[in-house]
């Protein structure tokens, strides 16, 4: 908390970057990395997409080990505020029960919600290449809900198959539907900021 001189005082934090595939989380998280670098700050980014493979090298996608991997993500980021360091964390999240665990073990933790409608993240996501995550996951989930055809490795598609579930307590949700990337990132950053300055951290 601030001293009695109103300075802030540096208390490790973590913030999740969480949102649809495709609303953008990777390329904000990105540059809320690099601003908190300018700014003198080293924090750790923790990509679920990386660290995926490493908690369950043949990923299913399915609801238990959904559940599993981001109870190991959240343990990762704690592990690395133990070790004095702060926490990005990008990841979609989509059940608030996953958040939820990070929130009750973090004292100094903010949801940064990505609000993006599912039409426009499809679209945004169509121009993905194939990487980390597949490429195309919307559209191959709809041919497979209206044909009933495989994809290997594709598993349940959040936005298709199952929900994003909103949190209204979010410390920052950001509608980007009707804003480009720059854009965005001040609004989060200014967001962020009004949240380190509430609870007296650097």
């Known amino acids: ?4 001189k109103g300075i802030c005082v540096n208390k490790n934090w973590a913030v999740w970057f969480t949102g649809l595939p ?3 989380k990777s390329t904000i998280a990105d540059g809320v990395l690099n601003k908190m670098r300018e700014e003198g700050f080293n924090p750790v980014l923790l990509r679920l997409d990386e ?4 908690y369950i090298p043949n990923p299913e996608y399915t609801h238990d080990e959904r559940r599993r991997v981001y ?3 959240v343990q ?3 592990s690395i505020m133990q070790s004095g360091r702060c926490v990005i964390m990008d ?3 989509n059940e608030l029960c996953f958040r939820k665990e990070a929130r009750d073990q973090i004292e100094f933790f903010a949801e940064v919600h990505l609000k993006c409608p599912v039409n426009i993240a499809m679209k945004r996501e169509a121009g993905r290449q194939q990487g980390l995550v597949m490429a195309g996951l919307y559209e191959k989930a709809l041919e497979r809900q209206k044909t009933g055809k495989v994809f290997k490795e594709l598993g349940e598609v959040i936005g298709i198959d199952v929900k994003f579930e ?3 307590d979010a410390e920052c949700t ?3 539907e009707d804003k480009n990337p720059e854009q965005v990132l001040q609004n989060v950053i200014s967001c962020l900021q009004k949240w380190r300055n509430l609870n007296g951290v650097c």
């Open 1 to 4: 908390m601030p001293d009695s």
């Open 22 to 24: 495709g609303c953008g």
């Open 51 to 54: 660290r995926r493979k490493l």
């Open 71 to 73: 109870s190991l993500f």
């Open 76 to 78: 990762d980021a704690i």
């Open 91 to 93: 990841g979609t999240g």
């Open 166 to 168: 909103t949190d209204l």
């Open 174 to 176: 950001i509608e980007t």
